[in-house]
């Protein structure tokens, strides 16, 4: 059940994040050729720099859920302090590279001068992007592998009605503009809402308030219910035999018959496996 709903969270997701890039298509024929041209060639840019930050957020993907399986906070908190780093490097130097050469490198998809001179208009925002992505994409990954896909979830809704808002508010004042800054502003928003929602990511996989905070000892304890009451009707003389008595084992020298009819394992089950929580 918990996968269904975790796939689920990602499907809608995903689908949300889906309509706001075929939106944007769709959007840029309706300024004409020209635009749509342009801003498709411009997406290449910010397509570029996605490939690079899905790296980082596969491994942010990976290392949190390692790290939060194990229970290893200071590890966690390390490897997220190291990919943030590395991610924002990355971001400067897509800046540093757009802005002295996004010329030429639009060139190589469409040498058309016209289109290349249209671009100039709103290559700013291409600009911007990189600062701004390099956040939610590697949060992205970090809750991804924290399975907290609700808050995936909730917050793309969020930055989804914004970015509708703001296109559709400002559309008939700044034309093309009010695409790129609804899109610049739906992910600047995905950044700050998975930003919040990281100071609530612990070492147990779930936030305080999630209700499967306490999934892993609830499911132990159904599966402890679960067994059967196992009968024991004779123990080897000269044998140890074990008592349950639901609180301890305590170990005594074996006088057959064992007077047990029935050997309660549930009861010796901990709610805690090894003193540890497991993923």
Known sequence: KQFFHINKDIFLRTLCLVTAYTFFTAASSRFGDTVLATNTLLMQLFTLFSYMSDGFAYAAESLA?????????????????????WSLGIAVLYVAVYLTGWRSILSLFN???????????????????PLVGCLPFLIDGILLGATQTKTLRNTMFIAIALYFGLYYSTVGLIGNNALWLAFVGFIAARGGLLMAATHNLDTEGSS?????????????????????HLPVSFVPEGAASVRF????????????????????????LPD????????
Do not use: Q
């Open 208 to 228: 305080p308030t999630d209700s499967t905070a306490k999934r892993p000892t609830a499911e132990r304890r159904e599966m402890r219910d679960e067994m059967p």
């Open 245 to 268: 008595d639901g609180s301890a084992l305590n170990c005594a020298p074996c006088r057959p018959p064992y007077n047990a009819t029935t050997a309660n394992f549930h009861d010796i």
């Open 65 to 85: 859920g390692k790290y939060i399986g194990a229970g290893n906070r200071p590890a966690l908190r390390e490897a997220i302090r190291k990919l943030f780093g």
């Open 272 to 279: 805690d496996i090894g003193g540890g929580r497991h993923r």
């Open 111 to 129: 040498p058309s001068g016209a289109i290349l001179d249209t671009a100039g208009a709103y290559i700013g925002w291409v600009i911007a992007i």
